[in-house]
């Protein structure tokens, strides 16, 4: 069985440009967060969708979005980059939204904004 | 807003020593998570707890949910057990709106 698959794995942006990254939840698992991850703050909760629905949301400003499509399958955009947003984005799936659900994550997106 | 509080930051040992690793948290939750992260950025969830003890080889994770605090055990440790190992709490159960500890790098020197 497939594993969480992100693309693309690395990538630089430079500072104003918007970025788009992709995730692939394991086969049949329909709940799908996402996270990033940098030296100074760890990792922290971006967001999670169950069923093209937003179900939850981290503190992050609003140029962080995403969305989930019908077979599973996500997007999260960053517009108008800042070199702050320099980081590891990583992508997880479960089966269902809420308690008593393992999570699997991907390899994770590096990106680097110059 | 959660508080998650991870024990010790850094911790080497030798092979074959018995690893504790802790993890303290500040509200109530309904799950808690144990993550893996080699190097490279890649994550393996190696237990989700909700009370009570697992274990799955050498591994063990324990909660108590009346302290608010978990620790993870590592029997007869191997340098590939060489990782951070992070703790994360959930309000909600599952990935909802997880809240993370700074990790606990783990180095064991054979």
């Known amino acids: 069985k497939a594993g969480v698959t992100q693309t693309p794995r690395y990538l630089i942006k430079t500072r104003g440009q918007q970025v788009t990254l992709s995730c692939s939840p394991i086969?049949?698992?329909?709940?799908v967060s996402w996270y990033q991850q940098t030296p100074g703050q760890g990792l922290q909760f971006l967001f999670e969708y169950f069923s093209e629905t937003q179900r939850n949301k981290g503190n992050f400003p609003g140029r962080f979005s995403g969305r989930q499509f019908s077979n599973s399958r996500s997007e999260m955009n960053v517009s108008t980059l800042e070199l702050g947003d320099s980081a590891l984005y990583l992508c997880?799936?479960?089966?269902?939204w809420g308690a008593g659900n393992t999570i699997y994550f991907g390899e994770g997106s590096w990106l680097t904004v110059v | 807003k959660n508080e998650v509080e991870q024990s010790p930051q850094n911790l080497t040992a030798q092979e074959g020593e018995f690893i504790t690793i802790n993890c303290s948290y500040s509200?109530?939750?309904?799950?808690l998570h144990w993550l893996q992260q080699h190097p490279g950025g890649g994550i393996v969830s190696l237990f989700m707890l909700s009370s009570g003890k697992k274990k799955h080889g050498r591994l063990i994770a324990t909660i108590n949910i009346q302290e608010k605090h978990s620790s993870l055990h590592i029997t007869a440790s191997h340098p590939r057990d060489s990782a951070v190992y992070i703790c994360a709490v959930s309000a909600g159960g599952g990935a909802d709106g997880l809240t993370f500890g700074k990790g606990t790098h783990l180095i064991i020197q054979p």
């Open positions: 997880a799936s479960s089966p269902l």
């Open positions: 086969s049949g698992h329909r709940s």
């Open positions: 509200v109530g939750i309904s799950a």
